[in-house]
């Protein structure tokens, strides 16, 4: 899976973005994962729900607990195309001690994080993105407005080097990282980055190409197979002549 979180506060541009991100991540093949909470995080598993993928919340508290109740009819939807996750049991209350250690599952669940918007070093983004760095995962930041308080986290992930630029919904270095850690890609084990596009297009391209390949293989295999198998066929009739040749000669048959 893939980790899109981001700020509650965010704009129209990272409402958009995050659901963008989202639908690709689905229609790519990928699991979205999420806090379920208001703005960027809700909008991201949205997209993938829209777009007929799968996504996991992870929550703050119990599972059987809706938090926040404005996001009650994505819990649903979540339940019926995905899974709610918590280290808490049923009946837990969220609490904001609970959330920051909550982060630390979102991005050990995924094999990369994407940042759209954080306002500020000390958000709950940021500190899902610096514990997929402590976990060893890939991290990827969206740039936005040098004047837009939402961007300054991002900016600054980006700035100090612990987050890749991310261009597009999905990009290709997102693309070639995810599917080569996760092995969730034929594209990954068989073709270059040169091969693989930006969009759902292009990794549905590659991995034509890749069935396409595949079937060419099993295809002479199959021809390698019949030449073996008529072969084997002949030399048990030539031997089976001779036999009978060698009867009639010693006049079993007779």
Known sequence: GIAVVGTRSCTAYGEET???????????????VSGMAKGIDGMAQRGALRAGG???????????????????????????RGALVSEHPPGTEHRAEFFPPRNRIISGLTVATVVVEASSMRSGAII?????????????????????????????????????????????????????????SACAAGF????????????QECLGRYSKARGARQDAQGSAQGRSAEAAAGLFKRRRTADCSACAAGGIFS
């Open 18 to 32: 995050a659901q963008a991100i989202g639908s690709a991540l689905a229609e790519t093949g990928f699991v979205t």
């Open 54 to 80: 799968l996504t996991v919340a992870v929550l703050a508290g119990g599972v059987d607990i809706c938090y926040p109740q404005s996001n009650l009819a994505l819990m649903g939807d979540i339940l019926l």
């Open 128 to 184: 899902t993105a610096h514990h997929a760095l402590e976990q060893g995962r890939d991290v990827y930041a969206v740039p936005g407005a040098l004047n837009a308080k939402q961007s300054a986290g991002c900016l600054q992930l980006i700035e100090q080097g612990e987050a890749a630029l991310l261009a597009s919904p999905v990009g290709t270095r997102l693309w070639r990282a995810a599917s080569a850690t996760a092995g969730s």
């Open 192 to 203: 270059s980055a040169a091969d693989r596009d930006e969009t759902a297009a292009g990794g």
